[in-house]
């Protein structure tokens, strides 16, 4: 256990439906990452957090999809219209903003869109 | 980031030790080389990093070469818990802006009893 939770673990949905994930990353980091996982590819960066701000999103992150971290703490990511290609392992990470920058995940959310 | 190369699969008996590969040729000199390991349904777990001298934790040591073109992750007793997929990843420092991890292909490492 590193210390970041997520929630739900595992999410069903059916295609065309929204859905929400939560990441409580540990207390003192300010920095708050999340990743997609297909099988078997490594992960790849959806988008990160500073703080409340979003600093960086990837061409991955189509208009479909938002994070949001309103008190720089927990974070959430919204995939909206769901489809079948959504289906991934969600991964979030949180790292200290100063130090050695490591990045410690959580155990990620599987989505699958029927 | 530069590209890191390893090779896809391997396989180690249990007490031995486990070496594990990556070349990364077109490292920069502000570069540094990060280790995590992704084991079954589990988020990546960060293991070691170093920018050039050897470094050495509690799980594992870092062996880069001279030159900083590859590198080799040692697990010097591996067990049956050490069966997971192993990335090589070279970034600058998060300070110096990088702070996305970009993860390649990975190693799969098998642990035999």
């Known amino acids: 256990d590193t210390g970041v939770s997520q929630d739900p673990r595992h999410k069903i949905t059916k295609r065309g439906q929204n859905v929400t994930f939560r990441c409580d990353p540990i207390?003192?980091?300010?920095?708050l990452y999340w990743y997609r996982q297909t099988l078997g590819q490594g992960p790849e960066f959806l988008t990160y957090?500073?703080?409340?701000?979003?600093?960086?999103k990837s061409r991955l992150l189509s208009d479909r999809f938002s994070a949001e971290r309103p008190k720089g703490s927990f974070s959430t990511l919204e995939i909206q219209r769901t489809e079948q290609g959504d289906s991934a392992m969600y991964l979030c990470a949180s790292s200290l903003a100063a130090g050695s920058y490591e990045q410690y995940f959580g155990p990620g959310t599987r989505l699958t869109v029927t | 980031d530069a590209k890191t190369t390893q090779p896809p699969s391997m396989d180690c008996a249990e007490g031995r030790a486990a070496n594990l590969p990556c070349n990364h040729s077109t490292i920069s000199g502000n570069e540094y080389v990060y280790w995590y390991r992704q084991i079954h349904s589990q988020g990546p777990q960060y293991i070691i990093h170093g920018l050039k001298n050897n470094e050495t934790n509690e799980m594992a040591s870092l062996i880069i070469t001279e030159d900083r073109k590859s590198s080799t992750l040692i697990l010097p007793h591996a067990t049956l818990r050490d069966t997971a997929v192993y990335y090589c990843i070279v970034r600058v420092a998060a300070y110096q802006g990088a702070q996305k991890l970009v993860f390649g292909q990975g190693t799969r490492l098998t642990i035999n009893p």
């Open positions: 207390s003192e980091h300010n920095r």
């Open positions: 957090f500073q703080n409340e701000a979003q600093l960086e």
